[in-house]
């Protein structure tokens, strides 16, 4: 049962980042702050956006939303929370705390393989998601309240680096949405990986939405 309730929160996360990314707005407001984190492994300093809960407690343990993309979709996820969250009364979904990433360079940090006719820097997933596994998950994990609980949210060639992610490693999130991604890269590589990992691992597949 509590798996079925953690499924049908995922399908409404999908349903309402997907309208919400389709609706963003541009007006800015204060929901949250930025840090810097000094990335060893990028050689560069990474700024990140979190979102605390309004009812932010100490004593409690919140589960982590980590969303690409996040100076384009910050506003719109933490406005979903809120409204559908206890906060507002509503049960549908838990508390959050939310921790948004700019990324500096898309190509290079959201991409599996080189593609050079279409950018030169592509190619620097395995650098990102090290960053983000090595660097940024425990950063947040020692700051804040966090429960074990986490997901990972992208769009476009943000949702294909969380397709990527779930085939080779999907014990770091507990759950992934992968809005629109981009499969189509370098002739549909991870498509054609996606196909062979889900017959493989059909019986043991996290959830991915």
């Not at 407690?57 to 969303?67: A, D």
């Not at 596994?133 to 949210?153: G, H, V």
Request: proline letters at 5%; glycine letters at 4%.
């Amino acid at each position: 049962m509590k798996h079925m309730n953690m499924r049908k929160l995922l399908i409404m996360i999908l349903l309402c980042v997907s309208t919400f990314f389709t609706n963003a707005q541009t007006n800015k407001i204060e929901i949250g702050i930025i840090d810097t984190i000094k990335s060893k492994i990028l050689n560069e300093k990474r700024s990140v956006w979190i979102y605390k809960p309004e009812n932010f407690n100490l004593q409690n343990k919140y589960p982590v939303i980590y969303l690409l993309d996040g100076d384009w979709h910050f506003i719109s996820v933490v406005g979903m929370i809120q409204q559908m969250s206890y906060i507002n009364g509503n049960a549908i979904f838990p508390e959050m705390i939310i921790v948004g990433i700019p990324i500096k360079d898309r190509f290079r940090d959201l991409t599996p393989t080189c593609d050079s006719l279409i950018s030169k820097t592509s190619g620097g997933y395995n650098n990102f998601i090290s960053f983000i596994s090595k660097e940024l998950i425990p950063y947040i994990d020692s700051n804040y309240p966090t429960a074990p609980y986490k997901l990972l949210i992208g769009h476009s060639l943000g949702g294909l680096t969380v397709m990527n992610t779930l085939m080779k490693f999907p014990d770091m999130f507990n759950s992934y949405v992968a809005i629109d991604p981009s499969m189509w890269w370098d002739n549909q590589i991870s498509l054609k990986e996606v196909k062979i990992f889900y017959q493989l691992k059909s019986s043991k597949i996290k959830d991915c939405f």
